[in-house]
């Protein structure tokens, strides 16, 4: 039996449903790249941390951290917890404010983010190449505009 045009989805819809679904493969294919290309032990969670802090290159509370990565204070936790423990921040206490903390990234950290880079930029750049830069450059307005949205709405 032939769908009607009452039982088919708008064509709105079914446009948003293909973007969304390329941009969830296109996620967990990213992920599994680089995360193969990261080095022993780090996490795209750890890499992405310390790719912030040297971005910004200043100390951040956790909580700041993880509003900024749209994760719960206790996830964000555990993760400094355990580029603490490799030696990739240092955090310390405010001292204004006993309960509060700061993280910073240490020149151990620059370096493991530094090879993280080195490890996996010639395989995105290669992915880049293949597509051709003037198809990507055309394509991330669409995609920041869709994060803004998403974050807008992650309220």
Same mark, same amino acid.
Do not use: C, Y
């Given at each position: 039996?032939?769908?009607? =045009?009452?039982?088919?989805?708008?064509?709105? !819809?079914?446009? $948003?449903? +293909?973007?969304?679904? =390329?941009?969830?493969?296109? #996620?967990?294919? &990213?992920?599994?790249?680089?995360?193969?290309?990261?080095? %022993?032990?780090?996490?795209? &969670?750890?890499? +992405?941390?310390?790719?912030?802090?040297?971005?910004?290159?200043? =100390?951040?509370?956790? $909580?700041?951290?993880?509003? *900024?990565?749209?994760?719960?204070?206790?996830?964000?936790?555990?993760?400094?917890?355990?580029?603490?423990?490799?030696?990739?921040?240092?955090? %310390?206490?405010?001292? !204004?404010?006993?309960?509060?903390?700061?993280? +910073?990234?240490?020149? /151990?950290?620059?370096? *493991?983010?530094? *090879? $993280?880079? *080195?490890?996996?930029?010639?395989?995105?750049?290669?992915?880049?190449? !293949?597509?051709? /830069?003037?198809?990507?450059?055309? $394509?991330?307005?669409?995609?920041? =505009?869709?994060?803004? %949205?998403? #974050?807008?709405? !992650?309220?």
């Amino acid at each position: 039996m032939p769908i009607s =045009e009452t039982d088919r989805p708008p064509a709105n !819809d079914r446009l $948003a449903a +293909s973007l969304f679904a =390329e941009v969830l493969i296109a #996620e967990q294919l &990213s992920r599994n790249l680089i995360g193969k290309a990261l080095p %022993r032990g780090m996490q795209i &969670s750890h890499f +992405s941390v310390l790719n912030l802090l040297a971005h910004v290159n200043e =100390e951040r509370t956790p $909580a700041q951290l993880a509003q *900024a990565f749209h994760v719960t204070r206790g996830a964000m936790t555990n993760t400094l917890s355990r580029l603490e423990w490799a030696g990739h921040v240092h955090i %310390r206490p405010d001292w !204004d404010d006993a309960r509060r903390k700061f993280v +910073s990234i240490s020149p /151990a950290g620059r370096a *493991a983010r530094d *090879a $993280a880079i *080195a490890a996996f930029m010639p395989l995105i750049a290669q992915v880049v190449r !293949d597509i051709g /830069a003037d198809k990507v450059r055309t $394509a991330l307005p669409v995609l920041r =505009e869709l994060r803004i %949205r998403l #974050e807008d709405s !992650d309220g």
